[in-house]
């Protein structure tokens, strides 16, 4: 799927944790333009990154980015984490995802 000249990669086991956590393709939309306008904007964004979240370090250049469903009362703080990497300047894979709780 992309959004602008952005990739999104979803592989199998991301799938299936997004559906264990009962996120919609609502979401998956939500999720691909927070990325999409953050890359957009650069370098006027957060630090001139070019994707939004913190770069993990020791792993080579995956982000940890904190995301909200649109449906949660919990925002951006206490929803999920969604690891992801970003290949050949504008594929983004994602890894895997996590409730903050």
Not at 43 to 61: A, E, L, S
Request: proline share 4%.
């Amino acid at each position: 799927m992309a959004q602008g000249d952005i990739h999104f990669y979803y592989p199998k086991m991301f799938r299936k944790r997004w559906q264990e956590l009962q996120l919609d393709e609502v979401d998956k939309q939500h999720l691909e333009s927070d990325i999409s306008i953050f890359f957009d904007s650069a370098p006027v964004n957060d630090g001139g990154r070019k994707f939004p979240g913190d770069i993990i370090r020791g792993t080579g250049g995956a982000y940890k980015y904190r995301f909200s469903s649109e449906l949660s009362d919990k925002g951006q703080s206490g929803s999920y984490r969604i690891i992801y990497f970003v290949v050949a300047g504008l594929t983004v894979i994602f890894l895997e995802m996590y409730p903050k709780s």
